[in-house]
């Protein structure tokens, strides 16, 4: 009697701690720092509040710049619906696509997720469409800017509403204080990309050892260099997809001339080592923060990010756009990051309304933008006074934007930017491999990702 | 009163019977049962090798598995032979990495923490102790930490390395970053790599020759002595022998750690430059969670289990030894 009673509460004891030690929910990041603008009073009203309380799960990736902005429209949006409480949890970024990849099998992810709209077809089958009565398609089309809507619609439907316009094309950042140590005119005025690596020349700074200590033009860490590399292909006309868009068309002259620019920069105007800068060494956000580079190819969301992580950076510096390859700017971008929603969610129609007043309202949507420093998707805010006023390399931007279209669903998007392009690209940089080698492999390996 | 002793005798000895058997109980159910939380994951692992599986689809109604995740048998398998794909040859890759890091590892960390080990085993027990704690200091240090440290280190403008270099009137290197640069035909970023990786490491084998150096009897060194032995002799013909059960054991440990390097790796190269230090692990962890496919990472998994595993046996079988002391 009593063994059965000792071995009755060891099991029961087992039991206990086993189910302690059931994966939790992170807290939420710490956020003492105090929020970001708040959206105006004037926001036009949304759908009528839901009595019942209703609490709510969200999950974003960590970045502090992007995260004061949710907390902000967070607490505007339970403001203005008191029986709502939204609560915000955030990730390490690699930590964070783990957390989808394990928690959407098990049922277990947030109620509203924020997700890179490039990724949606790969999750499509784990989200909640998006009703008609929220957005149609076509209202989505007309109030977003092409490229940040075209990676949430997957056959037909709607999966989620884009925040921002994830431009990787075109903007670089600038050190002025380096542009007034070398005697150049600041801002620059480029008429042509011949222009700014004429800069570029007078930037590089090289030591007794012969070795690059200060990058002229920085393009060759990852984003900047593909996407470089595939609107170089749209601007002389060509097109990386195949004409029915089933599969990838990379072996081409449009492709072989934008990659043979690419080696010019790097071996006659010499205005980078691929080898010391790329995105193992010498990443390009971190390196022109640390005053390694002159002209940083990367993204506008660079700029929150690099006032965020780097305060004590001395150099004055700024945000320009760079001339197109040839004839008109165009490029390909990302859906960018977005809001979406579970279709475990118990409440989809209240979260759905927060996605839309985060997303697709413009008076709310622009204090988001403005805390995160990103491009904004609807065409309304990014022409607005205060963009052009806090964020004016938008402004400066504007013609730009709508040059831009959906990079496409690729199969496997991560894979062909960054294990198959880049990777090939700067091995031609860096000569290893011959510009035909690298653009033989990057069609191969591009197309076997359909299989 | 002969009869009651015998009895007592009995009851005493089921006594404690009983209470070894309780003892047994306590401790086995919950290992058993904390054991068999980890033979699920390891049976899923096992299913998952056999699909096309993604976490990002819905696949069939049966824990995910068919439909959208189809079976696919051994074919991941197949591939991993001869498949022209991109991570069939990414795998190819990552597994003559490893090898080649596993067996450049531990000839070099043996070469380091045995003679080492003598050497510290031959001074005053005080400095001895001193010596010790010194040397494992690197084994307490956080893998990522070591691997940031060691990036400072190879930083090609502002690295201690490349300063020394400078002053020597060389010409830098890009340790990390450089595709082109090898020696025995190793890629230079690969050797950098294992550099690290050996500093980290060597001190928890050196504790370990220590304290096999420190059980031998004395005698076996004095009668080499007696018999004409020089040091250099004492060390390779009676010595050595002598360690062969401790050899064998830090050559299994070394070559199993070696084979799941990976931290060090990611922080340091993340693989690069042009895959040159992409290792199995850090495969298996960009295909099953950078890029969602967890059958065909399963697949990898399972194969460096049964890697590890030729290797251990092949080990035992070279170094065992059939007697003590």
């Known amino acids: 009697m009593k063994r059965t009673i000792c071995l009755s509460l060891l099991v029961v004891l087992l039991i206990l701690s086993v189910a302690a030690c059931r994966p939790t929910e992170p807290p939420p990041a710490p956020t003492d720092t105090p929020p970001a603008a708040q959206p105006t009073k004037e926001a036009p009203p949304t759908e009528p509040p839901v009595v019942e309380k209703v609490s709510l799960r969200m999950w974003a990736h960590q970045n502090e710049a992007f995260n004061q902005g949710y907390e902000a429209l967070i607490g505007a949006y339970e403001a203005e619906n008191p029986n709502v409480q939204i609560t915000l949890e955030t990730f390490e970024y690699d930590l964070y696509i783990q957390t989808l990849q394990t928690a959407m099998p098990a049922g277990e992810e947030a109620d509203i997720l924020q997700l890179f709209g490039s990724w949606t077809s790969e999750y499509a089958e784990r989200l909640a469409p998006a009703p008609e009565d929220v957005m149609s398609v076509a209202e989505a089309e007309d109030l977003f800017y092409a490229a940040p809507i075209g990676g949430f619609v997957v056959d037909g439907v709607l999966y989620g509403l884009p925040q921002e316009f994830n431009l990787e094309y075109g903007g670089v950042l600038v050190n002025k204080s380096k542009y007034d140590a070398a005697g150049l005119t600041f801002p620059p005025a480029w008429a042509t990309r011949d222009d700014m690596l004429n800069d570029a020349q007078a930037l590089v700074e090289i030591d007794d050892a012969g070795v690059m200590n200060v990058a002229g033009f920085h393009f060759t860490s990852s984003d900047p260099l593909a996407f470089d590399f595939l609107a170089g292909i749209r601007q002389r006309g060509g097109d990386y997809w195949t004409a029915d868009q089933t599969g990838f068309a990379f072996n081409t002259p449009e492709a072989k001339a934008t990659l043979e620019w690419m080696l010019s920069a790097v071996n006659e105007w010499k205005v980078v080592d691929p080898v010391l800068f790329n995105d193992e060494e010498n990443w390009v956000g971190d390196a022109f923060f640390e005053g390694r580079v002159g002209l940083g190819y990367i993204g506008t969301w660079a700029i929150a990010e690099g006032r965020v992580g780097y305060p004590d950076f001395e150099d004055e510096w700024d945000y320009a756009w760079l001339p197109s390859h040839e004839g008109s700017p165009l490029f390909v971008a990302d859906s960018g990051w977005g809001l979406v929603v579970s279709p475990n969610c118990d409440h989809k129609k209240v979260a759905w309304d927060f996605a839309k007043y985060a997303a697709a309202n413009p008076d709310s949507a622009l204090p988001w933008n403005l805390a995160s420093g990103t491009i904004p998707a609807i065409p309304e805010v990014a022409q607005s006074g205060e963009i052009a006023k806090e964020m004016p390399w938008v402004a400066a931007a504007l013609d730009l934007l709508p040059h831009g279209s959906y990079l496409g669903s690729m199969p496997d998007r991560d894979q062909v930017i960054y294990e198959i392009i880049y990777p090939h690209v700067l091995l031609a940089l860096q000569g290893v491999e011959t510009v035909d080698e690298a653009l033989e492999a990057i069609d191969a390996e591009a197309n076997a990702s359909f299989e | ?325």
Not at chain 2, 96 to 110: H, K, Q
Not at chain 2, 283 to 307: E, H, P, T
């Open chain 2, 1 to 325: 009163m002969r009869q009651r002793t015998l009895s007592s005798a009995k009851r005493q000895r089921s006594g404690l019977e009983v209470a070894k058997g309780r003892f047994v109980l306590s401790v086995t159910i919950p290992a058993v049962l904390y054991a068999s939380i980890g033979l699920f994951t390891l049976g899923w692992a096992f299913v998952l090798m056999f699909f096309k599986y993604s976490p990002g689809r819905a696949g069939g109604p049966f824990l995910g598995l068919g439909g959208s995740n189809p079976f696919v048998g051994l074919k991941h398998f197949g591939d991993m032979i001869d498949g022209t794909s991109l991570q069939a040859r990414l795998f190819r890759t990552s597994l003559g990495n490893t090898l080649i890091f596993a067996f450049a590892v531990l000839p070099l960390n043996l070469a380091i923490t045995l003679p080492l080990a003598a050497l510290i085993e031959s001074v005053r027990s005080r400095l001895k102790t001193g010596y010790r704690a010194v040397y494992f200091l690197p084994v307490l240090t956080a893998s990522v930490g070591v691997a940031m440290m060691w990036g400072y280190l190879y930083d090609p403008q502002a690295g201690l390395f490349n300063a020394i270099i400078r002053q020597l009137g060389g010409t830098p290197i890009a340790w990390l970053s450089d595709p082109r640069a090898e020696v025995l035909g190793v890629s230079v970023s690969m050797w950098a790599v294992i550099g690290a990786y050996l500093w980290a490491d060597y001190g928890f084998n050196l504790v370990i020759f220590i304290a096999a150096l420190q059980s031998i009897p004395s005698t076996f060194r004095e009668a080499a002595v007696v018999d004409g032995a020089n040091a250099w002799q004492v060390f390779t013909r009676v010595t050595i022998p002598l360690l062969r059960p401790t050899i064998l054991f830090v050559c299994v440990m070394t070559m199993i750690s070696s084979f799941q390097v990976f931290d060090i790796i990611q922080v340091m190269t993340d693989g690069g430059p042009n895959n040159r230090t992409r290792v199995l692990v850090l495969d298996i962890y960009k295909n099953a969670f950078r890029y969602q496919r967890m059958g065909w990472a399963s697949a990898i998994a399972f194969v460096l289990v049964l890697i590890v595993m030729a290797i251990t046996i092949v080990q035992m079988r070279l170094l065992r030894t059939e007697w003590e002391y």
